[in-house]
């Protein structure tokens, strides 16, 4: 299990950027597929990008595909997200999680299906785009 501790978010406006980003402390994070998540007011934690960390393989949801862009440190064990472009759909609180990376697809399912809902989950970033 890997706890992260996310950080960067804040108020922006619409059209604006952000760069999060998100920490495991103590353990690289190879091996792993890794991702962000979103949880909007009133709705389920989704999944809006993983990545592996052992080859290019991403996925990026519908709602940010072409604004955002997950990356990774490995030397510090942090995963980051660029977000581009931002909308007010896209306030939430921000959280990152990561799923042993058993085969490729472990990304996608890390992400489509949420594999690591029962947590643990850090205390995620609030990020609130004003329109």
């Given at each position: 299990?890997?706890?992260?501790?996310?950080?960067g978010?804040?108020?922006?406006?619409?059209?604006?950027?952000?760069?999060?980003?998100?920490t495991?402390?103590?353990?690289?994070?190879?091996?792993?597929?890794?991702?962000?998540?979103?949880?909007?007011?009133?709705?389920?934690?989704?999944?809006?990008?993983?990545?592996?960390?052992?080859?290019?393989?991403?996925?990026?949801?519908?709602?940010?595909?072409?604004?955002?862009?997950?990356?990774?440190?490995?030397?510090?064990?942090?995963?980051?997200?660029?977000?581009?472009?931002?909308?007010?759909?896209?306030?939430?609180?921000?959280?990152?999680?990561?799923?042993?990376?058993?085969?490729?697809?472990?990304?996608?399912?890390?992400?489509?299906?949420?594999?690591?809902?029962?947590?643990?989950?850090?205390?995620?970033?609030?990020?609130?785009?004003?329109?």
């Amino acid at each position: 299990q890997v706890t992260f501790v996310e950080s960067g978010g804040d108020l922006v406006q619409s059209g604006g950027s952000l760069r999060l980003s998100c920490t495991a402390s103590g353990r690289s994070l190879d091996y792993f597929a890794l991702g962000w998540f979103r949880q909007a007011p009133g709705k389920e934690r989704e999944g809006i990008s993983c990545m592996s960390s052992r080859d290019d393989t991403t996925y990026y949801s519908d709602s940010v595909k072409g604004r955002f862009t997950i990356s990774r440190d490995s030397d510090k064990s942090t995963v980051y997200l660029q977000m581009n472009n931002l909308k007010p759909e896209d306030t939430g609180v921000y959280y990152c999680a990561a799923d042993l990376l058993l085969d490729a697809d472990q990304v996608f399912r890390l992400c489509m299906f949420n594999t690591q809902k029962n947590g643990p989950w850090g205390q995620g970033t609030q990020v609130t785009v004003a329109s």
